[in-house]
């Protein structure tokens, strides 16, 4: 059997307070690699906080491309390594025989996914290239609600609040009310959790649905969250110019900067409703 996820890690550290130095005891977040595989080849190895992996290697296999809908994914299961290494640690997905990835182009895509230098314009036309649809474009929300929404985040990232050290993604109805929240190391596997989530229980499209993420909107949020067809992307801090630019391209509501009373909207103004009056 594989072990019970563990998401926080408990150590001893010295702390520095004003002269007086002390031991005490410290929540970490955790941090694991999680391997995933489609039949007995590996695909891809993610850091990430345990706990969802199931919903992450969903979350993943759908925002990647490699499957469209549920019903593609004919097992999904925890996997015991033939040498007993990383227990706990590898998820095995049997997928549909027309969904069966190329293993050679897909290692020369995820390896250029992970690295710092790619290139914007093969980005986009990657996305392009997956002729997907724009979100709902009869979407809207109010201003009102939407301020609201990140102090309804944080007051049930119960991890972050032990450790401090965890991103969150979170998917509200229209009217605010919560539908689902995952927390992870990586801002993009949260939301890979997230969308896994609404995939294996038949939610998606997400076209009446707000994404809201901490940190900032990247260009990777932007292209899952369209993928999963959500038509509203709002983060705490800024989005990146790649993510702009993908979300006027394909339509989608991006908002930035939500703290408080106030946000910035770089893409999409028409969904929100209940907007002030320009200046």
């Known amino acids: 059997m594989p072990r019970k996820a563990r998401s926080v890690d408990l150590t001893q550290v010295s702390e520095w307070d004003d002269g007086t130095l002390r031991r005490k005891d410290d929540y970490l977040a955790a941090e694991e690699p999680l391997e995933i595989r489609v039949g007995e080849d590996p695909l891809s190895v993610t850091m990430r906080t345990p706990g969802h992996d199931r919903e992450l290697a969903a979350g993943f296999l759908f925002?990647?491309?490699?499957?469209?809908?549920?019903?593609?994914?004919?097992?999904?299961?925890?996997?015991?390594?033939?040498?007993?290494?990383?227990?706990?640690?590898?998820?095995?997905?049997?997928?549909?025989?027309?969904?069966?990835?190329?293993?050679?182009?897909?290692?020369?895509?995820?390896?250029?996914?992970?690295?710092?230098?790619?290139?914007?314009?093969?980005?986009?036309?990657?996305?392009?290239?997956?002729?997907?649809?724009?979100?709902?474009?009869?979407?809207?929300?109010d201003a009102e609600i939407l301020v609201r929404l990140p102090d309804a985040l944080r007051s049930l990232q119960n991890v972050f609040e032990r450790t401090g050290g965890l991103h969150a993604a979170a998917l509200f109805d229209p009217s605010g009310n919560?539908?689902?929240?995952?927390?992870?190391?990586?801002?993009?596997?949260?939301?890979?959790?997230?969308i896994g989530w609404a995939l294996l229980e038949g939610r998606l499209p997400l076209s009446d649905s707000v994404l809201l993420v901490s940190g900032r909107g990247g260009f990777e949020i932007?292209?899952?969250?369209?993928?999963?067809?959500?038509?509203?992307?709002?983060?705490?801090?800024?989005?990146?110019?790649?993510?702009?630019?993908?979300?006027?391209?394909?339509?989608?509501?991006?908002?930035?900067?939500?703290?408080?009373?106030?946000?910035?909207?770089?893409?999409?103004?028409?969904?929100?409703?209940?907007?002030?009056?320009?200046?």
């Open 222 to 279: 932007v292209q899952k969250a369209i993928v999963a067809g959500v038509p509203v992307v709002a983060s705490v801090s800024a989005p990146s110019s790649l993510a702009v630019q993908l979300a006027r391209e394909l339509h989608l509501t991006l908002i930035g900067f939500l703290r408080g009373r106030r946000f910035v909207i770089y893409a999409g103004e028409q969904r929100l409703a209940g907007n002030a009056a320009k200046k």
């Open 63 to 141: 925002t990647e491309g490699l499957i469209q809908r549920r019903e593609q994914i004919l097992k999904l299961e925890n996997a015991e390594p033939q040498d007993g290494a990383n227990r706990g640690n590898v998820i095995q997905a049997e997928l549909a025989p027309e969904a069966a990835p190329d293993f050679t182009r897909m290692k020369r895509h995820f390896f250029a996914a992970s690295s710092c230098g790619i290139c914007g314009k093969a980005s986009i036309d990657s996305i392009r290239s997956r002729l997907l649809a724009a979100p709902n474009p009869a979407f809207r929300l």
């Open 178 to 194: 919560l539908q689902v929240l995952r927390e992870d190391i990586g801002r993009h596997n949260a939301v890979d959790k997230v």
